[in-house]
């Protein structure tokens, strides 16, 4: 568990494949970003113990395995807890990955198959929880969100970016960690929404895969350059 402000990250096999999920600190409790892996679920209650505050609420980034595993048995153990995710990721939650008419590229990664909760809210551009505003930043899967914290401007961006291997938009393969991009449904989307995403200055880049940057305008420059270069090629 590292920290950074008001964000808790947590890294799942951090030296062999990272997987993060995020506990962000409010005034009544935590807001779970993400779920991890299936067997996350006991260190994240652990997490929330140490912090010493319950956890509150659950938001999705994204509807991908890594991202969800550890869903159902949260909520099985805090059956009050509220869970969000964006409505057209709602989908994929649900495992169906049918594309929409404005869609064309096939939805890649590991969608889930077996997820029985279902969200209590779906979220759309601007909406706020607690100290938390949604972002739709879609490109590695067509609904995925990130999460700018409006007290300090931490963002959480999902899958949106890597620094695993190098900071990256997703999309564009690091040979030391490509998984994260080989999973992306549209490259070109994805380059869009980090660059909607660089706009709202952050403080910090918290990542689905790596650690967090802090001051990270420099890096996520860098990234959009090197991704906008492999489109043109």
């Known amino acids: 568990m590292t920290k950074a402000g008001t964000i808790y990250q947590l890294s799942f096999m951090p030296r ?35 912090i010493g505050k319950p956890i509150k609420r659950i938001i999705i980034t994204h509807a ?21 995710i964006s409505s057209r990721e709602a989908a994929l939650l649900a495992g169906n990955s049918a594309l929409l008419e404005s869609e064309h590229s096939p939805i ?30 879609p490109g590695h899967t067509p609904g995925s969100i990130s999460l700018i914290d409006i007290r300090n401007h931490g963002l959480i961006v999902g ?22 991009s080989l999973a992306t449904w549209d490259k070109r989307i994805a380059l869009e929404s980090a660059k909607k995403i660089l706009n709202y200055n952050p403080s910090l880049l918290a990542v689905g895969h790596g650690r967090m940057l802090e001051r990270p305008e420099n890096s996520m420059s860098r990234a959009i350059m090197e991704a906008e270069t492999r489109l043109q090629q």
């Not at 999920?21 to 679920?41: F, M, N």
């Not at 590991?110 to 909760?117: D, R």
Request: with cysteine; charged share 25%.
């Open 64 to 84: 991908h395995d890594d991202h969800v595993g550890a869903l159902d048995r949260l909520k099985q153990s805090m059956p009050d807890i509220h869970v969000s």
């Open 108 to 137: 890649r990664g590991g969608i889930p198959k077996n997820i029985q909760t279902r969200p209590d809210s779906l979220l759309e551009e601007g909406d706020r929880i607690g100290s938390l505003e949604v972002i739709l930043t």
């Open 159 to 180: 899958d949106a970016l890597q620094t695993r291997g190098g900071t990256a938009v997703n999309g564009v393969i690091k040979p030391l960690f490509p998984f994260p």
């Open 16 to 50: 062999v494949f990272p997987v993060n999920c995020y506990l962000v600190e409010e005034e009544d409790g935590l807001t779970l970003i993400d779920a991890a892996l299936p067997y996350s679920a006991k260190g994240i209650e652990k997490a929330a113990r140490i």
